[in-house]
């Protein structure tokens, strides 16, 4: 027998923005559920470092401090370097002073302590071990989403339904929304490895010969990295064996000389799609989507999850006010876009062009990049793109009521 499920505001997705989300409307006191399809928050996460326009959002819902309770690292370096020295640093307060550093904090434990400020409320349920099936309808709007739970299928009815299920939105393909544009220039390999003796608590772009890598420190102990690699790389790697990435680590700064020599096949690397993406409208008529089911970023400047998160604060505000005037069209939901389209556009933008750059083919190209970017910071430009990357110089659009006591 099919079950049936009633709420306010159904969430698919339990990552950063499905989860901020849900917090957000049940202090408004909105019956919400959020869906999770994995079991726990125990899963590989690549999106870890919160840059300075996290710390101001969160400062201004009078959550960071509460956020900051839980394990995490503050990064306070930007630096450029190649395998054997550092070519510039960059202090985080050259590129925010009013936050002047940014947060590394494991995803897994940034989920559960907006789950456990969430599942304070009674009109909070999140369902682990729940995917999305299909849409419900009447004519034209939405109104639920099937859903498998266990051997159970549940028809849960809401007032308006969200989609925050990431860059694979099932949300976005079950609504047939259109894509504006999407880029796809690179891959990012990431490995972990034990954090060198008197590794500074830094985000670092590093240049080789072969591709640049991103590299940070990762809680407790580690250091986490990402090597740029062609679009679908991985699976050469694959095919050509072991050998074929452990000669390019090889050739890479000394930290990871040690893991390289002990590879014995590609279990420690995760690759990650490095697209940027937008829908080219986040709503339909009982329907919206937040996060990167709406636009992705790439790792570029490792905003994504802030950006995210700014969204789905955004969509908190709106939503409420659709529901008291039980209007939930295309055009009332649409509002959270347009508060957060220049700032999307923006970054996405700056992201577009740095990843062309970042890729650059020739190898003349990308031999010159650690002299073009020492120039660019003895002039004092440096800080400029990353500032615009990194923090939000604008006031979200975030009503009193959603910020905590």
Same mark, same amino acid.
């Given at each position: 027998?099919?079950?049936?499920?009633?709420?306010?505001?159904?969430?698919?997705?339990?990552?950063?923005?499905?989860?901020?989300?849900?917090?957000?409307?049940?202090?408004?006191?909105?019956?919400?559920?959020?869906?999770?399809?994995?079991?726990?928050?125990?899963?590989?996460?690549?999106?870890?470092?919160?840059?300075?326009?996290?710390?101001?959002?969160?400062?201004?819902?009078?959550?960071?401090?509460?956020?900051?309770?839980?394990?995490?690292?503050?990064?306070?370096?930007?630096?450029?370097?190649?395998?054997?020295?550092?070519?510039?640093? $960059?202090?985080?307060?050259?590129?925010?002073?009013?936050?002047?550093?940014?947060?590394?904090?494991?995803?897994? $434990?940034?989920?559960?302590?907006?789950?456990?400020?969430?599942?304070?409320?009674?009109?909070?349920?999140?369902?682990?071990?729940?995917?999305?099936?299909?849409?419900?309808?009447?004519?034209?709007?939405?109104?639920?989403?099937?859903?498998?739970?266990?051997?159970?299928?549940?028809?849960?009815?809401?007032?308006?339904?969200?989609?925050?299920?990431?860059?694979?939105?099932?949300?976005?393909?079950?609504?047939?929304?259109?894509?504006?544009?999407?880029?796809?220039?690179?891959?990012?390999?990431?490995?972990?490895?034990?954090?060198?003796?008197?590794?500074?608590?830094?985000?670092?772009?590093?240049?080789?010969?072969?591709?640049?890598?991103?590299?940070?420190?990762?809680?407790?102990?580690? $250091?986490?990295?990402?090597?740029?690699?062609?679009?679908?790389?991985?699976?050469?790697?694959?095919?050509?064996?072991?050998?074929?990435?452990?000669?390019?680590?090889?050739?890479?700064?000394?930290?990871?000389?040690?893991?390289?020599?002990?590879?014995?096949?590609?279990?420690?690397?995760?690759?990650?799609?490095?697209?940027?993406?937008?829908?080219?409208?986040?709503?339909?008529?009982?329907?919206?989507?937040?996060?990167?089911?709406?636009?992705?970023?790439?790792? $570029?400047?490792?905003?994504?999850?802030?950006?995210?998160?700014?969204?789905?604060?955004?969509?908190?505000?709106?939503?409420?006010?659709?529901?008291?005037?039980?209007?939930?069209?295309?055009?009332?939901?649409?509002?959270?876009?347009?508060?957060?389209?220049?700032?999307?556009?923006?970054?996405?933008?700056?992201?577009?062009?740095?990843?062309?750059?970042?890729?650059?083919?020739?190898?003349?190209?990308?031999?010159?990049?650690?002299?073009?970017?020492?120039?660019?910071?003895?002039?004092?430009?440096?800080?400029?793109?990353?500032?615009?990357?990194?923090?939000?110089?604008?006031?979200?659009?975030?009503?009193?009521?959603?910020?905590?006591?």
């Amino acid at each position: 027998m099919l079950q049936t499920h009633e709420v306010d505001v159904c969430i698919v997705g339990g990552g950063p923005a499905g989860l901020l989300l849900g917090l957000l409307l049940v202090k408004q006191g909105l019956q919400v559920l959020v869906l999770e399809q994995h079991q726990d928050f125990s899963r590989e996460y690549r999106g870890e470092v919160l840059m300075p326009r996290f710390a101001k959002l969160f400062d201004q819902l009078n959550l960071l401090s509460y956020m900051e309770t839980f394990p995490h690292t503050r990064l306070d370096t930007f630096q450029l370097r190649t395998a054997k020295r550092i070519v510039s640093r $960059i202090p985080m307060s050259d590129i925010s002073k009013e936050y002047p550093y940014a947060l590394w904090m494991p995803q897994p $434990i940034f989920l559960e302590a907006l789950y456990q400020k969430a599942r304070a409320f009674e009109t909070f349920e999140f369902w682990f071990g729940a995917s999305a099936r299909d849409l419900l309808r009447e004519g034209n709007k939405t109104v639920g989403i099937m859903v498998k739970k266990g051997n159970d299928e549940i028809a849960v009815r809401s007032r308006v339904t969200v989609g925050a299920d990431g860059r694979t939105s099932r949300t976005r393909h079950l609504g047939g929304f259109e894509m504006a544009f999407e880029q796809y220039d690179f891959d990012l390999l990431w490995f972990s490895l034990p954090r060198p003796a008197g590794f500074e608590h830094t985000v670092q772009l590093m240049f080789t010969g072969e591709r640049p890598y991103i590299i940070a420190p990762k809680y407790p102990n580690l $250091i986490q990295c990402g090597l740029l690699t062609e679009p679908g790389q991985f699976a050469d790697f694959k095919k050509a064996g072991i050998d074929s990435l452990k000669n390019i680590l090889m050739a890479g700064p000394s930290e990871f000389q040690e893991f390289a020599k002990g590879l014995k096949d590609l279990t420690p690397f995760f690759p990650l799609q490095a697209r940027i993406s937008q829908v080219k409208n986040w709503s339909k008529d009982g329907l919206l989507l937040i996060g990167d089911a709406a636009h992705t970023c790439s790792p $570029i400047g490792a905003v994504g999850v802030s950006v995210a998160l700014a969204t789905a604060a955004v969509a908190a505000d709106i939503i409420p006010q659709a529901l008291s005037l039980n209007d939930t069209s295309a055009a009332m939901l649409s509002e959270v876009q347009q508060l957060r389209q220049a700032d999307v556009d923006q970054l996405q933008a700056i992201q577009r062009q740095l990843s062309r750059r970042l890729m650059a083919s020739r190898p003349w190209m990308r031999a010159l990049m650690p002299l073009l970017f020492s120039v660019a910071a003895q002039l004092g430009i440096l800080a400029v793109v990353p500032r615009k990357l990194a923090t939000y110089q604008g006031a979200y659009p975030i009503s009193s009521k959603l910020r905590f006591d």
